[in-house]
């Protein structure tokens, strides 16, 4: 399957070989200026969230299934993310296609 998320926080419960199967993520960052005051709020430790007990949706997620609150990325657009490409960082879920407007 194919996706336009590229997720490389492998220690997330949703991430499979840097593919995201959360259905939907939310991206935060209200005042962010920078990829480092941005991250997936998303995010569930694997040492210490299973999928097994999880009763949400388990299914590919794409950047059609952001929610991100960064009004200063110039993707940002109502809530909703318009780039063609989106990566999560390893360090701490950030999102490295965050750019100012
Ligand atoms: S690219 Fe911008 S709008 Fe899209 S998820 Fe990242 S911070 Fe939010």
Do not use: W
Not at 4 to 19: M, Q, R, T, V
Request: net charge negative; charged share 15%.
């Amino acid at each position: 399957m194919e996706t336009n998320l590229l997720c490389l926080e492998k220690e997330c419960a949703f991430n499979k070989s840097g593919s995201c199967y959360a259905s939907h993520i939310k991206v935060e960052g209200y005042d962010a200026y920078i990829t480092p005051e941005t991250y997936c709020d998303t995010f569930r430790d694997s040492s210490s969230f299973s999928l097994s007990n999880y009763g949400g949706n388990i299914s590919l997620t794409s950047t059609q299934n952001i929610s991100c609150s960064a009004d200063n990325c110039k993707y940002n657009i109502s809530g909703g993310c318009s780039a063609s490409f989106v990566q999560i960082n390893p360090q701490n879920a950030n999102c490295e296609t965050f750019i100012t407007k």
